[in-house]
């Protein structure tokens, strides 16, 4: 009975595993019918975007690596690194003792020539004189006439400091930084730029010299509205309806000058054929004068534009060679990223596409927007690949935008808004064209041919023809 009980035990045992066999076979053969892939996607309406993404550095707008034109002995540094700076401030010189000694002597035998040329023409000297003293207050007035200060920053609601007096200086700018003094009541200004003068007090009742060119600077409000402000004072004033009629007046005297010396000179020549060569010889003299001047203009840094001091390599006593980068100095506030975009790239974008920008500082959500300034019209080769220089400007400055953060930029090429689209990777290729796997039913798929447009850069690409919103596409393996 025992053997009987195992005998059945073991044919229903074939049997069961006969029929998981079959249901896998029925399983598998299901599959097959319904496209050998349970991915698929059902069609809707979206918004197809295209973007060239490349990467790049933020860099300053202006950007300068400054040197000497001579080697030469540092003999002061006027800056630091983080110092903001004005354009034609000096910020390092050279040594310069055994040049200013020779430009003494140059100037002092410029001198002795002029005496010698007054002596064999008397009257050329006196109108010399005469003309060049109607110059110089022809120039004086065209560089003192309507003063005006310019306030730092147009927040500011005080009354802007008069200007009074001649001014017999050279053409530039005063740098005026007020500030309270020791004592509560009392204050002070510092200026720079064409004089460097520290800590001046204030006259509550009279107008303040401001430095030692004859300008004098008086306060309108109450000191204390003035405390922590900063003003500028442009020599001459080229924004004043005055400066057109000075300057013009300014140069009749320089051509009355000429008219008047020329007319003297010739009646010198007629009466002492000697006064030819002491005329070249001044004129000599003169030459070595300028000559030495030069020199020594070689031997000073410059700022060639308004910035921040971003670098400095220079020590007082130090001896720099020619080209070796002593200053750098970048604009402040205005920044781009350049960008090489490559060639299969740069025929989708122009000059004023709108952009987005990540910096990698921050992370990967906060965005910047900007607008492409520049396009090269030739291209260069980068790792033997063909790239087109293009240059993305911020479209509003942030303080914390800084030179040399690595930068990504998104340039938006093509948007397709409400149109049908699916994954790019349920959309096949085969000699006939374009076409996707349609789920008709849980055994049946149908092959249908399509067009498509846009391919986005998020993998979706629009159906133009061949598709219905709610049709489910699918994958189906070679």
Avoid: C
């Avoid at 942030?398 to 690595?406: N, T, V």
Wanted: aromatic share 8%; glycine share 6%; charged share 25%.
């Amino acid at each position: 009975m025992l053997q009987k009980i195992k005998n059945t035990w073991k044919k229903k045992k074939i049997w069961i595993i006969i029929g998981i066999i079959a249901l896998a076979l029925i399983l598998v053969g299901s599959s097959k019918k319904s496209g050998d892939s349970n991915e698929t996607y059902t069609v809707e309406k979206r918004t197809i975007t295209e973007y060239v993404e490349v990467a790049g550095k933020v860099q300053s707008n202006d950007f300068a690596e400054l040197g000497f034109e001579v080697n030469g002995k540092i003999s002061s540094v006027m800056v630091g690194i983080g110092d903001s700076v004005a354009r034609g401030e000096t910020l390092v010189r050279l040594d310069t003792s055994t040049l200013q000694a020779d430009l003494a002597d140059a100037q002092a035998n410029v001198s002795i020539k002029q005496a010698e040329l007054t002596n064999t023409g008397t009257s050329l000297s006196a109108v010399t004189l005469k003309q060049d003293a109607l110059v110089n207050s022809a120039y004086q007035t065209l560089l003192s006439s309507a003063l005006v200060t310019e306030p730092n920053s147009a927040n500011y609601t005080q009354a802007a400091p008069t200007i009074s007096g001649r001014y017999s200086g050279d053409e530039g700018y005063y740098k005026i930084l007020v500030d309270r003094a020791n004592t509560l009541n009392d204050f002070t200004f510092s200026v720079f730029g064409i004089e460097k003068i520290l800590d001046t007090e204030i006259e509550e009742t009279t107008p303040t010299a401001i430095g030692t060119k004859g300008l004098f600077i008086d306060f309108p409000d109450e000191l204390s509205d003035y405390n922590d402000t900063t003003w500028y004072l442009y020599i001459p004033n080229v924004k004043s309806s005055e400066y057109a009629f000075n300057y013009n007046m300014y140069q009749e005297a320089l051509r009355e000058r000429d008219r008047a010396i020329d007319a003297a000179e010739a009646d010198v020549r007629g009466n002492d054929a000697s006064l030819s060569i002491d005329q070249a010889q001044l004129a000599q003299a003169k030459a070595a004068v300028e000559g030495i001047q030069a020199q020594i203009a070689q031997r000073v840094i410059r700022a060639s534009f308004n910035g921040v001091v971003s670098g400095i390599d220079a020590e007082i006593g130090e001896i720099v060679s020619v080209g070796s980068t002593v200053v750098a100095i970048v604009s402040s506030g205005d920044f781009e990223i350049e960008l090489d975009v490559p060639e299969i790239d740069v025929s989708k974008i122009e000059v004023d596409n709108d952009v987005d920008i990540r910096l990698d500082a921050f992370g990967s959500i906060e965005m910047w927007s900007g607008k492409i300034v520049a396009i090269s019209q030739s291209e260069t080769y980068v790792d033997g690949v063909p790239v087109y220089q293009t240059n993305v400007r911020f479209t509003e400055p942030d303080a914390r935008i800084r030179s040399g953060l690595s930068a990504t930029v998104m340039i938006m090429t093509e948007s397709r808004d409400n149109v049908l689209a699916v994954p790019s990777e349920y959309v096949d290729r085969d000699k006939d064209g374009r076409f996707v796997n349609i789920v008709i039913s849980e055994d049946e798929i149908e092959r249908r041919d399509v067009v498509v447009g846009l391919r986005g850069s998020d993998g979706f690409i629009e159906i133009i023809e061949g598709l219905l919103v709610g049709e489910v596409v699918t994958i189906v393996e070679a």
